[in-house]
């Protein structure tokens, strides 16, 4: 059975950081693109970052996240991480971590295999 498990969200005032981790089992997703996605209240579900199969390689960002947020992968933990500094009101949301339909960043954009279960980030000005 395959599972996805988000951890690391919380409250932080704004200017603040947070570093989530996405933790998968049930079988290996290295030849996967992985992505982070995030919905607030009333919101559609919008990615934030992406990453591809390979440690090091190709990533992506929303916009308005470049520059404070950081996706990295450790395919020996099967393990995605999204680092978020410079915390703002506006990135409160659940956090979502998702395996994409292919080994290339862009396939988060219109492919997720599996989804977590999300966790919670409140910034507070």
């Known amino acids: 059975q395959v599972q996805l498990v988000e951890s690391g969200g919380g409250l932080v005032q704004a200017g603040g950081s947070l570093r989530l981790s996405c933790a998968a089992s049930g079988r290996t997703f290295s030849n996967y693109a992985m992505g982070w996605f995030r919905q607030a209240p009333g919101k559609d579900r919008d990615i934030v970052a992406a990453?591809?199969?390979?440690?090091?390689?190709?990533?992506a960002y929303a916009d308005s996240v470049k520059g404070r947020f950081t996706i990295s992968r450790d395919n020996a933990k099967n393990t995605v991480y999204l680092q978020m500094n410079s915390l703002k009101p506006e990135d409160t949301a659940v956090y979502y971590c998702?395996?994409?339909?292919?080994?290339?960043?862009?396939?988060?954009?219109?492919?997720?295999?599996?989804w977590g279960q999300g966790t919670q980030v409140t910034v507070s000005s």
């Open positions: 990453i591809s199969w390979s440690s090091g390689a190709s990533t």
């Open positions: 998702a395996v994409c339909g292919a080994s290339y960043s862009g396939s988060c954009y219109y492919s997720r295999q599996y």
